[in-house]
């Protein structure tokens, strides 16, 4: 995988704070970044993902077993 390096402005606070977690789980500042940078990635692709999945399902309908015709009357439902 090819790699490029950038330059980003953190506050100092956030930036000895991530050096502390870093050090914790015995990573590279970068590696930190990298693996938090993927994981966001990763839950915004899947959620859309399943966002496009669930609207197809709503476009499509789900089939409930009565294909397509209703045998039972709102009054017959709701007799007690």
Do not use: F
């Amino acid at each position: 995988m090819e790699r490029q390096n950038v330059t980003i402005s953190l506050p100092k606070v956030l930036l000895k704070r991530a050096k502390v977690v870093a050090a914790l789980r015995e990573k590279s500042l970068s590696e930190l970044l990298r693996e938090s940078l993927e994981e966001k990635v990763r839950e915004t692709t899947g959620y859309k993902k399943a966002k496009n999945r669930q609207i197809g399902i709503l476009h499509e309908g789900l089939d409930l077993g009565t294909h397509g015709s209703i045998t039972v009357s709102r009054g017959e439902l709701h007799e007690r």
